[in-house]
């Protein structure tokens, strides 16, 4: 699969929804709009492969085809991966062995992915995870990092849905640029302004249906790369927090010193 396209249903009052959107391997696609607006909904019908049976009426092509039944229904090879809000483990395994579970169940392909997911998992939390440790007792931030690595390193499915990732207590950007670098097609629901100018173009949902496109702009790009400069000093905060330091310094100095352009949090004294 290369392309998914998504075909216009109705809104939440049945008025058509103008809309033919295709979207190719490495594409990133944020969702805004207030609570309630639709953009669950509007993930919900990609991830079933719509093709008109749901409440919006949308369809939804893969290369610009009609699914088929195997695409739609089949546990193996899924065409799309969900990461939900919570991520809550109920399986009494190690990492280690979730790993290799999953991927034994896929064949056993490559070489023993268990460092390299882990690793991947732990650039995306502050709180770093082993393969020994148990599923039960990971934090939320620690299971959601696992299964966004997971889903990128092993899961075959070509699609990524995550419905508000900024709540998940890991690190956004570098989560969406391990499942880009994985050429997976990803849709983001969010009301982060730092997400939302990730992708190249994001969607503005309302009253159930899709208003408007919007292409981001160079200078949103620009102003993307100045509020990245100051989540990673708010991840640095964090992260002096979880180490037990005190934060009595110059925090206007700390936040709003040489932000543009790059990063420059570590250069501070504490």
């Not at 953009?39 to 088929?68: H, W, Y």
Request: net charge negative; hydrophobic share 35%; charged share 25%.
């Amino acid at each position: 699969m290369q392309s998914l396209t998504i075909l216009g249903g109705r809104d939440k009052e049945g008025s058509p929804e103008i809309l033919d959107l295709t979207l190719n391997r490495g594409d990133i696609l944020c969702l805004v709009g207030p609570t309630g607006a639709g953009k669950s909904r509007f993930l919900e019908d990609i991830g079933c492969l719509a093709q008109g049976n749901t409440p919006t009426g949308r369809r939804v092509l893969i290369d610009r085809r009609i699914p088929g039944e195997d695409e739609r229904y089949g546990l193996e090879g899924k065409m799309v991966a969900q990461l939900s809000q919570n991520m809550n483990f109920v399986m009494d395994l190690t990492v280690r062995e979730f790993i290799l579970m999953h991927w034994e169940s896929r064949g056993s392909p490559g070489k023993d992915p268990v460092d390299r997911i882990t690793t991947c998992a732990n650039r995306l939390t502050g709180e770093a995870l082993s393969p020994d440790s148990p599923l039960t007792q990971l934090s939320g931030g620690q299971s959601r990092s696992l299964m966004i690595a997971d889903t990128a390193l092993l899961s075959p499915s070509p699609v990524v849905l995550i419905d508000e990732l900024e709540n998940a207590g890991v690190d956004r950007r570098r989560a969406l640029e391990l499942l880009v670098g994985e050429d997976k097609i990803v849709l983001v629901s969010t009301h982060d302004p730092v997400l939302a100018l990730l992708g190249s173009r994001r969607l503005w949902i309302r009253f159930g249906a899709v208003r408007r496109i919007i292409e981001t702009s160079g200078q949103e790009q620009h102003n993307a790369e100045i509020m990245s400069a100051l989540n990673e000093k708010f991840l640095k905060l964090r992260d002096l927090l979880r180490e037990g330091a005190s934060l009595d310094f110059d925090m206007e100095n700390f936040l709003y010193k040489e932000t543009q352009g790059a990063r420059h949090a570590d250069k501070i004294n504490y």
